[in-house]
C-alpha cells in the first residue's frame, strides 16, 4: 500500500491554497484537490474569491470608477474630455484576463511551492481516505496523514426569488453581464448588494435595493453608515430599508418584484435582479456519515478554535467554518492549520480582522464600533478626523468621508477604527497592525506620519481622540 499523504487540503480557495503553500513550506508532502468548474467548462483554481467575487469585482469597481470620475470629476481638474463612452465587452474581457492571470498563478506557486494540484470533487470516507472523482467520471482515494476541509461557500437562496441565472441571478452572473441592465434590482443591501450595485448605477443601470432590516449597514458602525447612506444615495442608489420581498416573477424579459414595507405592499419591474443576502457553507456531498466530521445547525463544519473537527487529523478553515466570510480570515486560518500540524505554533486572533466594502467612497473597519462598546458597558473616548481637512485627499478629489478611532477611556488602547473615504481599505492596515501590537492612541499620536498623505487623517483621529488634533476644530 502507498504511504500516506502528510497533507490534503480539500479546496484551493484563498483559505486552502495558502494552508497548501505553508504545508510545503513545512517539507509536509501536500496535494490540493479543487473541483471548481467554470462557465466554460474550464478548471481553475482560486475558489470563489479569484473566479467570482473579489477580484473580478475589483476590477469592475476600479473600471467603473475610472469612467464614472472621467464623467463627473475630470472637468473640476480643468480636464476637457468628450466623447467619453463605455465599451462593456472591452471592461469585461480586460476583468476576465485578470482572473486568469490570476488563478494560473495559483498553480504557479503550486509547482514552486512542490504541491500538487488534482481537479476533481473530493469526499473525506472514515479514517482521513479521500476519495477524489475527477472531472472525467473516473476516480482515485488518497490516504492521508491530514485532511483541511476548504469547501467555502455559495450565495443563499431566497425561496421567493429563485435563481433562474439569467434574469434572477446571483453575484457572480452579475459580474459577467454582457449589456448594463438598464433597470436593476438588488435584493440586501450588504457587501455585495452595495458593490455590485455601485458598479451598474456607475455604468449606467437605475438601481433599486431592497433591505429587510430597518437599519443600513448594520454590521458597521452607524456613524459610518449614516455617512455612508448619504453618499450612496446621491450616487443614485435607491436604497429602501425595512423591504421584505414576497415574490419574484420572470413575465416578458424582465423581473416583477414584489415587496412589503411598513407602508405595505409594492412591486417594481426590473431588467434584472441581483440576489445578495448573504452565503451559506458548502459542504454538499463532502463528508462521508461515517468520517466523524459534524455540521452546526446552520450548515457549518463543527471546529474548535484552533480550526479542529470532530476527527482526528482533519481541519476545517475559511467561509466553511465559523467566523466571517472573509477571504483574508481563511487565509490566516490556513497559514495557522498548516503551522500546527507542523507542529509550530500558531494563533489566529479574532478580535482584529478588517473588514473592507469596496465602494466610493470606501469602508473599512477594524475592532469594535460604537455602539457594541456602548452594549458592553465599556468606557471609551472617541476622535474622528474629516478627509475635508487633508490636503492629500483634497487634491485627489476625494474629501469625502472621515476617520473615526476609539480608545478605552482607562488604558488609551485603541478599540476600534472606522474610515470611509479614499484608499480606506489600504489605511486600515494602519489600525489593524497598531491593533495587533495593542497600541494606545498616544502611540499613534507619536508615530511620524508624512506629509501629505491620506495617512495623516490615522494620526489626526488619534490625536482627536485627546482633542488635540491640530489640522481640525476639536470637538
Ligand atoms: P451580507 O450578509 O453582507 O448582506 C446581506 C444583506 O441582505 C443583509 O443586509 C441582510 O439584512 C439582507 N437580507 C437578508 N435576507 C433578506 C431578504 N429576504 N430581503 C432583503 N434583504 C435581506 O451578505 P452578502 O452581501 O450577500 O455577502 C456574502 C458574504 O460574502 C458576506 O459574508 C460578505 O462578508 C462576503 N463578501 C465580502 C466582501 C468584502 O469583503 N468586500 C465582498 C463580497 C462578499
Not at 480636464?79 to 492571470?101: F, W
Not at 457587501?191 to 449606467?204: M, N, P, Q, T, Y
Not at 445578495?276 to 456519515?289: I, Q
Not at 492612541?441 to 508615530?447: G, H, K, M, S, V
Amino acid at each position: 500500500m502507498a504511504e500516506p499523504v502528510d497533507v490534503v487540503v480539500i479546496g484551493a480557495g484563498p483559505a486552502g491554497y495558502p494552508a497548501a503553500i505553508r504545508a510545503a513550506q513545512n517539507a509536509l508532502k501536500v496535494i490540493c484537490v479543487d473541483g471548481w468548474v467554470n462557465r466554460d467548462g474550464g478548471t481553475a483554481l482560486g475558489g470563489t474569491c479569484l473566479n467570482a467575487g473579489c477580484i473580478p469585482s475589483k476590477a469592475l469597481l476600479e473600471s467603473s470608477e475610472l469612467l464614472h470620475r472621467a464623467q463627473s470629476e475630470f472637468a473640476a481638474h480643468g480636464i476637457a474630455v468628450s466623447g467619453i463612452g463605455l465599451d462593456l465587452a472591452v471592461m469585461q474581457k480586460r476583468r476576465a484576463t485578470i482572473v486568469r492571470n490570476m488563478t494560473s498563478g495559483i498553480g504557479s506557486l503550486f509547482k514552486a511551492a512542490g504541491v500538487t494540484a488534482m481537479f476533481g470533487r473530493a469526499r473525506l470516507l472514515a479514517g482521513r481516505r479521500v476519495q477524489v472523482t475527477r472531472h472525467d467520471g473516473t476516480s482515485t482515494e488518497i490516504d492521508a496523514r491530514n485532511v483541511v476541509l476548504a469547501t467555502g461557500s455559495v450565495p443563499t437562496e431566497l425561496e421567493s426569488a429563485r435563481f433562474d441565472h439569467e434574469y434572477i441571478v446571483d453575484s457572480w452572473d452579475a459580474l459577467e453581464f454582457a449589456a448594463v441592465p438598464r433597470t436593476l434590482c438588488v435584493i440586501g443591501a450588504g457587501v455585495i448588494g452595495l458593490e455590485l450595485g455601485s458598479v451598474w448605477r456607475r455604468l449606467g443601470s437605475e438601481v433599486v435595493v431592497l433591505e429587510a432590516l430597518d437599519s443600513f449597514l448594520a454590521i458597521a458602525d452607524q456613524q459610518l453608515a449614516g455617512e455612508a447612506a448619504r453618499h450612496f444615495r446621491k450616487q443614485g442608489l435607491d436604497i429602501r430599508l425595512g423591504a421584505t420581498v414576497t415574490g419574484a416573477q420572470v413575465v416578458n424579459g424582465s423581473v416583477t418584484v414584489a415587496y412589503n414595507d411598513k407602508a405595505g405592499a409594492h412591486s417594481l419591474s426590473a431588467d434584472k435582479l441581483i440576489v445578495a443576502v448573504g452565503r451559506r457553507p458548502y459542504a454538499a456531498n463532502l463528508l462521508a456519515p461515517d468520517c466523524g466530521v459534524g455540521l452546526d445547525q446552520r450548515g457549518f463544519i463543527q471546529v474548535d478554535v484552533q480550526c479542529r473537527t470532530g476527527a482526528e487529523g482533519v481541519w476545517a478553515i475559511g467561509d466553511c467554518v465559523r467566523g466571517p466570510m472573509l477571504a483574508h480570515k481563511g487565509k490566516e486560518e490556513g497559514i495557522a492549520v498548516a503551522d500546527r500540524i507542523a507542529g509550530r505554533y500558531a494563533h489566529v486572533n479574532y478580535d482584529v480582522i478588517p473588514s473592507v466594502i469596496y465602494t466610493a467612497p470606501e469602508i473599512a473597519w477594524v475592532g469594535q464600533t460604537e455602539e457594541q462598546l456602548k452594549a458592553a458597558g465599556t468606557a471609551f473616548k472617541s476622535g474622528v478626523f474629516p478627509f475635508a481637512a487633508s490636503g492629500r485627499a483634497r487634491a485627489m478629489e476625494a474629501a469625502a468621508g472621515f476617520v473615526k478611532i476609539l480608545a478605552s477611556s482607562d488604558t488609551d488602547t485603541i478599540l476600534g477604527a472606522h474610515i470611509i473615504g479614499p484608499m480606506a481599505g489600504e489605511l486600515i492596515a494602519e489600525a489593524t497592525l497598531a491593533m495587533e501590537f495593542q497600541a494606545s492612541a498616544e502611540d499613534l499620536q507619536r508615530t511620524i506620519h508624512a506629509h501629505p498623505t491620506l495617512a495623516e487623517a490615522l494620526h489626526e483621529a488619534a490625536l482627536a481622540v485627546d482633542k488635540r488634533a491640530i489640522d481640525s476644530i476639536n470637538r
